[in-house]
């Protein structure tokens, strides 16, 4: 890629980025590329990297270069508190004051960050703007050594508000705060009722807002996240990242919506590039209404809750909530209006309300009635109106048949919306990688088993992915509880039996292989043989299981083909003629895309299985687009993550595949395929003592097979560490040979790998140069492209070759071209209707 076309695919991209950031949830990649149109798939495709994985970024390293340093001669940079899509921030010290500050530098090791600096002169711009307790006060601005822009704010020293909302579910029996004080710390509560204190907060946010407005900025991200509850006890409003000021003309160059669509007026679906203070009122009114509800105005996906705003008023508060006061609802009711014409034209007229609320005294506004709400529904929804006469139309002409179709259409709709976002190998790796230790993506993927449940449409395939996710993270209780009802829909004898084994299970129990599944009956109808064969997976016995799931009673049940397409990949290895296995992962990758156009979706599980054939294959591009699409429907997929570090690995994109790989091991600190290829990632990469370290480290089990996988990968990693060093340190280079014989005498003298690694590193320490290069092209000859390998080959050059080294090299320009040609005509046939992109036609 020339220099020019690099700087222009960079730019494009951070424009993405940014209005991605700003609120623009459908970003029109034509319209930015308009003047680039060529460049479209692979700015989309760098854009999904970014957003599709957005975990990959949660947890910075160790060690972070900022942490430690000190900022303009005067702030301490000793923490990084957290990050976001184009931001970070750090705790520091002011040294000239003596005081805590938070420090927001532009997210590093992304793109080039020369758009970074108008959002960061804005959010600077608009802070200053502002003086009022419950507005982050900013102190100082200044750039990095990098060249980085960077805020210094107030450190405020409390919790997001989203933690004491969290928390308030457990105590929503009784109206009492005094549990903000015990969980969180937080003194000075001024109000003994929880409602009262939430009113409290919201009123003081109001007159934030208005102070905000008087200067000419509107928020337009008031959301509980962007809320602080001090230790003090005052509500903080934070993060004007997406701020517009008065004198900003627009800060998007589409009509795009700007705000978190759980929060966000409905009038800013109209794309209105001004911003109003009614806005910032809905938006503060909405997350009002969560607080005290608990739950948002509306719920759903990003195009439901679109759908909803535009369409319908919320479900009114005291619904959820009985007993909420009759002027808190009409606060609720006035500050959601839909209309901006009839919402508290300002944040000091709703502050003004809650005021009065707080001291008993009348409110401005009145509940709206029922029939109100009925009338606008009516209005403002064709829908409704017709749903209404489609009732009729169904109960009186069809019958209650008709109704029972559709109610089961609806919910074949809900687990196809559902079933995509399931981790691929739910339940079925091996025991120490089924737990997910990252606590976020963990809830996220409990979230979409909930939803997989709730969709209704079969009862045992939901409940039982659900029951085992609930068991390997230790709840049996909950997994025996699911399996009781997807059992008893299954309605036979060895449904019955198998509830029973879980029954059985201890209570403490974390691991499918507590269970007891001898003796059980003879599995007969399609739901036995389901469970039969997904508790055998459970159990790692895979022996039979392809005939199993060849059962044509299941051939309706998506995750029994899955399963089954899961039991044949071990061929895409394991045929002897390398023509065969082409073939045979021809016909795999069109069996799964068969499967996909059948049931007319893709799932975490259809993008892994399709990532293994192009990654067995050497389609390694591919590999990894489709690993992007795979973890971008399940970020909780550590399978998906390790087939994205292979691919990367496969492009010798060693740092994209430290990513990923590093990713995966965040989900799954002991999953040994990852620790493995980390190693030889970080040895290829030059890295060495990142390499060994790995070596010393990784999780690999505690048996004969685990020293044998430890033994293989040290002496791989010595023998790249012995040509890293060959030009530079021959003491350390024959040292590092030296080691990787050492790892090979703990391999048996018939294993292929003692065999292969042995001669190469006696070959090093021998100085038989031809030797290595009879190796390289042996390994060559195996995988065509492999850019590591041909490195290593160029290290020992000759200035000419031996008879038998031109015919392997032959063999190896054969199989580069066999290659290649597997690839284009790969690329020539793939999916028209995938939205990830494909590198290769574009070259």
Same mark, same amino acid.
């Given at each position: ?7 222009l695919?960079?730019?494009?991209v951070?424009e993405?980025l940014f ?11 034509d $319209? ?15 854009v ?6 957005p975990?990959l970024?949660?947890?910075?390293p160790?060690g972070?270069?900022l942490?430690g340093?000190?900022?303009s001669?005067r702030?301490s ?12 921030? #750090?705790?520091a +010290?002011?040294l ?6 938070a420090?927001k530098?532009v ?14 002169e804005r ?7 502002i +003086? ?9 601005r200044g750039?990095t050594?990098?060249g980085?822009p *960077?805020l ?6 409390g919790?997001?508000?989203?933690e ?11 109206d ?6 015990e969980e969180f710390?937080i003194q000075?509560?001024?109000e003994?009722?929880y409602f ?9 946010l109001?007159s934030?807002l208005e102070a ?11 959301k509980?996240s962007?809320?602080m509850?001090?230790?003090e ?10 701020a517009a000021?008065?004198d ?7 009509d795009?919506a ?20 009614t806005?910032? %009122? ?5 997350t009002?209404?969560?607080i ?10 990003s ?21 909420l006061?009759?002027?808190a609802q009409?606060?609720?009711d006035?500050?959601l ?7 508290y ?12 609320l707080l001291?008993?005294?009348q409110v401005? %506004?009145?509940?709206?009635?029922s *029939? ?9 929804s ?12 169904i109960?009186?002409?069809l019958?209650?048949?008709s109704w ?5 259409n609806?919910?074949?709709e ?12 739910l339940?079925?790796v091996?025991?120490q990688?089924? %737990?997910?230790a ?5 809830a ?7 939803? @997989? ?8 395939t939901?409940?039982?992915l ?14 025996t ?8 829909r299954?309605g036979?004898?060895?449904?019955s039996?198998?509830?029973r084994?879980?029954?059985a &299970?201890?209570?403490?129990s974390s691991s499918a292989? =507590?269970?007891? @599944?001898t003796?059980?009956?003879?599995p007969?109808?399609?739901? =036995? %043989? #389901?469970?039969?064969a997904?508790? !055998? ?15 044509? +009673?299941?051939s ?5 083909q ?6 044949k990949?071990?061929?895409?290895t ?5 023509q ?5 992962a021809d016909?795999?990758?069109e069996e799964?895309?068969?499967? $996909?156009a059948?049931?007319? #979706?893709?799932?975490?599980?259809t993008a892994h299985?399709l990532?293994?054939?192009?990654l ?8 990894l ?16 993550l390790?087939n994205?570090g292979s ?7 060693y740092? &994209?595949?430290?990513t990923?790989?590093?990713?995966g091991?965040?989900?799954h600190?002991? #999953?040994?395929?990852?620790q ?5 990632v970080?040895?290829?990469?030059g890295?060495i ?6 070596v010393?480290?990784?999780g690999?089990?505690d ?7 430890r033994?293989i990968?040290g ?6 560490a012995?040509l890293e060093?060959?030009e530079?340190?021959? $003491?350390e ?13 703990l391999?048996?003298? =018939? !294993? ?17 140069a ?8 042996l390994r060559?000859?195996?995988d065509?492209q492999?850019?590591a390998?041909l490195?290593?080959l160029?290290?020992? *050059?000759?200035?000419?070759f031996?008879a ?5 090299l032959?063999?190896?320009? $054969?199989?580069l071209?066999?290659r ?7 690329y020539?046939?793939? =999916?028209?209707?995938?939205?990830w ?7």
């Amino acid at each position: 890629m020339s220099e020019t076309r690099h700087d222009l695919l960079e730019e494009l991209v951070a424009e993405c980025l940014f209005r991605r950031e700003e609120g623009v949830l459908d970003l029109p990649y034509d $319209e930015i590329c308009r003047e680039a149109p060529e460049l479209v798939d692979e700015v989309q495709q760098s854009v999904e990297l970014a957003l599709g994985l957005p975990r990959l970024q949660a947890s910075g390293p160790a060690g972070d270069k900022l942490v430690g340093t000190l900022l303009s001669e005067r702030y301490s940079v000793y923490q990084r508190i957290g990050s976001g899509a184009m931001g970070v921030v #750090y705790g520091a +010290r002011d040294l000239d004051l003596g005081r805590e500050v938070a420090i927001k530098v532009v997210h590093t090791g992304l793109l080039d960050r020369s758009k970074a600096l108008s959002r960061f002169e804005r959010e600077a711009a608009a802070l200053a703007a502002i +003086r009022h307790d419950s507005v982050v006060t900013i102190f100082d601005r200044g750039v990095t050594e990098d060249g980085l822009p *960077f805020l210094v704010m107030e450190r405020i020293d409390g919790v997001s508000c989203s933690e004491p909302l969290e928390a308030a579910e457990r105590y929503s029996g009784h109206d009492d705060s005094s549990w903000l004080t015990e969980e969180f710390g937080i003194q000075n509560v001024a109000e003994p009722s929880y409602f009262r204190q939430v009113v409290q907060w919201a009123a003081g946010l109001a007159s934030g807002l208005e102070a905000a407005h008087a200067a000419g900025v509107y928020h337009r991200d008031v959301k509980r996240s962007n809320v602080m509850i001090t230790r003090e006890g005052k509500a903080v409003l934070i993060d004007f990242g997406i701020a517009a000021k008065d004198d900003h003309a627009t800060l998007t160059q589409t009509d795009a919506a700007v705000g978190t669509p759980v929060y966000m007026a409905p009038e800013a679906l109209l794309g209105r590039t001004k911003a109003m203070p009614t806005q910032d %009122v809905y938006s503060l009114t909405a997350t009002l209404y969560h607080i005290l509800t608990f739950q948002a105005p509306y719920t759903g996906s990003s195009a439901k809750i679109l759908t909803a705003l535009a369409t319908r008023e919320p479900v009114p508060a005291f619904k959820i909530r009985p007993g909420l006061p009759r002027d808190a609802q009409a606060i609720l009711d006035h500050g959601l209006e839909r209309n901006p014409a009839r919402r508290y034209a300002s944040a000091a007229a709703m502050e003004r309300d809650l005021r009065a609320l707080l001291a008993y005294r009348q409110v401005s %506004v009145r509940p709206t009635s029922s *029939f109100v709400r009925s009338m606008r529904r009516v209005r403002s929804s064709k829908a409704f109106v017709g749903a209404a006469l489609a009732s009729l139309v169904i109960f009186g002409a069809l019958g209650l048949q008709s109704w029972n179709t559709s109610l089961a259409n609806d919910r074949h709709e809900a687990f196809k919306a559902a079933m995509p976002h399931v981790p691929a190998n739910l339940g079925i790796v091996i025991p120490q990688n089924r %737990v997910i230790a990252d606590e976020d993506l963990r809830a996220g993927a409990r979230a979409a088993l909930d939803r @997989l449940v709730a969709a209704g449409h079969d009862p045992v395939t939901e409940r039982t992915l659900r029951a085992a996710f609930l068991l390997d993270h230790g709840d049996a209780q909950a997994a025996t509880a699911d399996m009781k009802i997807a059992c008893s829909r299954a309605g036979t004898s060895y449904a019955s039996e198998l509830y029973r084994r879980y029954e059985a &299970l201890p209570v403490d129990s974390s691991s499918a292989l =507590d269970l007891n @599944l001898t003796d059980l009956p003879e599995p007969k109808s399609a739901d =036995d %043989v #389901y469970l039969s064969a997904f508790h !055998s997976l459970r159990q790692l016995n895979r022996d039979g299981l392809g005939e199993v799931l060849g059962d044509p +009673r299941l051939s309706r049940n998506r995750h029994a083909q899955e399963l089954l397409l899961l039991c044949k990949t071990p061929r895409l290895t394991q045929l002897p003629d390398r023509q065969a296995r082409l073939g045979f992962a021809d016909s795999f990758v069109e069996e799964v895309k068969s499967l $996909e156009a059948r049931t007319g #979706y893709r799932s975490a599980m259809t993008a892994h299985l399709l990532g293994i054939a192009y990654l067995r294959t050497g389609q390694d591009e591919r590999a990894l687009n489709m690993a992007l699409e795979g973890a971008q429907l399940a970020p909780s997929s550590g399978t998906i993550l390790l087939n994205a570090g292979s691919a990367a690995y496969g492009l010798s994109n060693y740092e &994209l595949a430290r990513t990923f790989l590093e990713a995966g091991l965040r989900l799954h600190p002991h #999953y040994v395929s990852l620790q493995q290829l980390l190693g030889k990632v970080e040895a290829e990469a030059g890295h060495i003592e990142r390499a060994r370290a790995l070596v010393r480290e990784a999780g690999f089990p505690d048996s004969p097979l685990g020293a044998m996988r430890r033994a293989i990968l040290g002496a791989k990693i010595e023998l790249s560490a012995a040509l890293e060093f060959a030009e530079s340190d021959a $003491e350390e280079s024959r040292a590092a040979a030296e080691a990787s014989l050492r790892y090979c005498q703990l391999l048996s003298e =018939d !294993s292929v790998d003692r065999v292969s690694l042995e001669r190469d590193a006696r070959a090093f320490l021998d100085g038989d140069a031809s030797s290595l290069l009879d190796s390289f092209i042996l390994r060559l000859c195996e995988d065509p492209q492999a850019v590591a390998v041909l490195e290593d080959l160029l290290k020992c *050059f000759p200035e000419q070759f031996s008879a038998s080294q031109t015919q392997s090299l032959r063999r190896w320009v $054969e199989a580069l071209v066999e290659r290649l040609v597997v690839n284009r005509r790969s690329y020539a046939t793939s =999916d028209a209707e995938t939205p990830w992109m494909d590198p290769l036609r574009s070259r």
